[in-house]
């Protein structure tokens, strides 16, 4: 795969994982589990929803083939 041909890969997933992220993250907000009144106008609360939301979203973008496991654990070290 070329560089081109990569980053073509991950816009085209980019515009579901925008849309999707965002939809999540207003479940989470509207789901009652954090009282969002308690935070300031900061980023404290948008992070914590996001990071979660992202962790929860990050299952529908592994491959269907488990034998890329090794490529996905080396790669959390950079």
């Known amino acids: ?10 816009k ?4 579901d994982v925008i849309k999707e992220t965002l939809k999540e993250c207003t479940r989470l907000f509207e789901s ?12 404290s609360l948008p992070k914590i929803i996001l990071a ?6 990050s299952d529908q973008y592994y491959p269907l083939f488990n034998g890329h496991s090794e490529e996905i654990r080396n790669l959390k070290h950079f």
Do not use: H, W
Request: hydrophobic letters at 40%; zero cysteines; proline letters at 0%.
């Open 1 to 10: 795969m070329t560089k081109t041909q990569f980053e073509n890969k991950i």
């Open 12 to 15: 085209e997933m980019m515009k």
């Open 32 to 43: 009652g589990a954090v009282d969002t009144e308690s935070y300031e106008n900061n980023f």
């Open 52 to 57: 979660v939301a992202l962790e929860k979203m």
